[in-house]
């Protein structure tokens, strides 16, 4: 069997998501030492056990080797920075990096998701490295979500679940609703904005508009889309529609705003208010637009005037 390129296994290992730790130990002179590694292994839960591989390359080797005790400090999402000063040959490690000393007195680093302080049980030279298995004496677990690594890169599953939420993330359906020169609009504790919904389906925007409109005792028409826009961290996206109706029922959350008087109210966000105060200019001509963007910026297109 001809010999495995080291480079091409190198790569194959690194096909595996792993967390990111950072062992450290104490040197016989009293210095610390420490080193970041993906090579992490739970073992036992009874005993607690796990194992991490110090490699014979690393300039602690002798010390990983011969320690008695340890700690394994599972990294959490951004201290990508601590990793890398880990992963250098940096002799200033520790005083760039927050840290504690366990109840062996080995350092811990601190925000770590999770840090266990271990005494070796066993030690086993294997290959290039060799395997320190440990004895978890004590841990220390935090709710920050760990920090991945795969391929050379880090990783996030935080920002990956958040990316995925964005992607479900609900979709607001209102409605400007004109009665005559009045404007009707809900209160909320916030301030005032139109009558509008929320759904993750989008497909049923429309409906649940319209029940929402019905359920407030409102008789509306739907008319053209006036405002498309999305938050800029929250990406949730927002419509509103242009509509005519009237209050079939009256409610004390419903009110009715002369078109006039909008600039003087409190809405529920900028955005709104923003698009509130360029309905009530563009009502003075009957020349409405569209505007598509974010909450902050956007374009603003021309659609056919509504008498």
């Known amino acids: 069997m001809d010999k495995i390129d080291p480079i091409l296994l190198r790569d194959a ?17 009293g210095k610390y030492v420490g080193f970041t590694a993906n090579s992490f292994t739970s073992v036992s839960l009874d005993p607690p056990m796990l194992l991490v ?9 002798k010390t990983f080797s011969n320690c008695s005790h340890f700690s394994v400090n599972i990294l959490s999402e951004g201290q990508e920075k601590i990793s890398n000063i880990f992963a250098t040959s940096d002799d200033d490690r520790f005083t760039k990096v927050p840290h504690k000393l366990d109840l062996n007195g080995v350092p811990t680093i601190d925000g770590a998701t999770v840090q266990f302080s271990c005494t070796v049980d066993n030690i086993i ?9 440990g004895q ?17 890169q880090y990783f996030s599953l935080g ?7 964005d992607t479900r ?13 009045n404007i009707i609009l809900v209160k909320t504790p916030d301030g005032l904005q139109p009558p509008q919904c929320k759904a993750i389906d989008r497909s049923n925007q429309i409906k649940d508009l319209n029940d929402t409109i019905i359920n407030y005792g409102i008789s509306a028409k739907l008319g053209q889309a006036y405002s498309v826009f999305e938050g800029i961290k929250s990406r949730e996206h927002s419509t509103y529609f242009l509509a005519t109706g009237n209050i079939k029922d009256t409610s004390s959350d419903v009110i009715s705003i002369p078109i006039s008087q909008l600039n003087q109210q409190k809405f529920t ?3 709104i208010s923003r698009m509130m105060s360029r309905f009530a200019l563009e009502a003075q001509s009957r020349n409405f637009s569209l505007y598509l963007g974010d909450v902050e910026k956007g374009a603003i297109h021309g659609i056919q005037e509504r008498k």
């Open 169 to 181: 993330s609900n979709a607001i359906c209102g409605a400007i609703i004109e009665d005559k020169d």
């Open 125 to 133: 030279p294997t290959g290039d490295h060799c395997v320190l298995i």
């Open 13 to 29: 290992f690194g096909k595996f998501m792993t967390g990111v730790t950072v062992v450290t130990a104490v040197r016989s002179d």
């Open 159 to 165: 920002l990956e679940r958040a990316a995925f939420k």
């Open 269 to 271: 966000s900028p955005a």
């Open 53 to 61: 591989c110090p490699g014979k390359f690393l300039s602690s080797y």
């Open 136 to 152: 978890v004496d004590d841990l220390k677990l935090s709710n920050e979500p760990g920090l991945g690594y795969v391929g050379g």
